[in-house]
């Protein structure tokens, strides 16, 4: 994988008329990035997300924001573009999406359903959405902001 190095989105960033709610933004903030409830024991606040550990991804970014301005957010039942943070792969209608640990922040990467191939089952818990078309690798495509983890199985 070869992660993206600049920032793209699509125009508009939301194409239906999906639910939104306006936070505060924790750092710049680039419509159509995925952004995660900041942590860092402050209230009703965004940032740009980053897989981590304590991840919390809500929606995606409708508006560009500056560090403490007002951001509004695409939440559950949204269709809206995601950036694919892999250079090279596509990602493929049908496809979970998850928080990618891109330095671009915000990008997203197609979860891997098949076993793990280890003893034990691993834990998606960075999901996002759902692609609803092809995501050319680099590049933008349209998904469904949907949460909730994944587990992947064991195939032992």
């Known amino acids: 994988m070869a992660d993206i190095a600049a920032w ?3 125009h508009p960033v939301m194409v239906n008329n999906g639910s939104t709610f306006t936070f505060i933004a924790s750092g710049d903030i680039k419509a159509g990035q995925v952004v995660a409830i900041d ?5 009703m606040t965004v940032r740009a997300a980053v897989a981590e550990s304590g991840e919390s991804p ?3 970014a409708l508006t ?9 957010v ?5 269709i809206c573009y995601f950036t694919n943070a892999d ?3 596509a990602i493929d209608a049908g496809s979970f999406l998850e928080v990618n640990d891109n330095a671009v922040g915000g990008t997203v990467i197609a979860v891997n359903e098949a076993a793990s191939g280890g003893a ?6 960075l999901i996002i959405g ?3 078309e092809d995501i050319p690798g680099g590049g933008v495509g349209l998904g469904i902001v949907c949460y909730g983890a994944l587990t992947q199985v064991n195939s032992s």
Do not use: C, N, R
């Open 39 to 43: 942590a860092t024991g402050v209230s």
């Open 130 to 132: 759902k692609a609803i």
């Open 8 to 10: 793209k989105t699509g």
């Open 120 to 125: 034990t089952a691993v834990l998606h818990p």
């Open 74 to 78: 695409a939440l559950v039942g949204a």
């Open 64 to 72: 560009d924001a500056a560090d403490g301005e007002d951001v509004t």
């Open 58 to 60: 809500i929606g995606v």
């Open 87 to 89: 250079d090279t792969t």
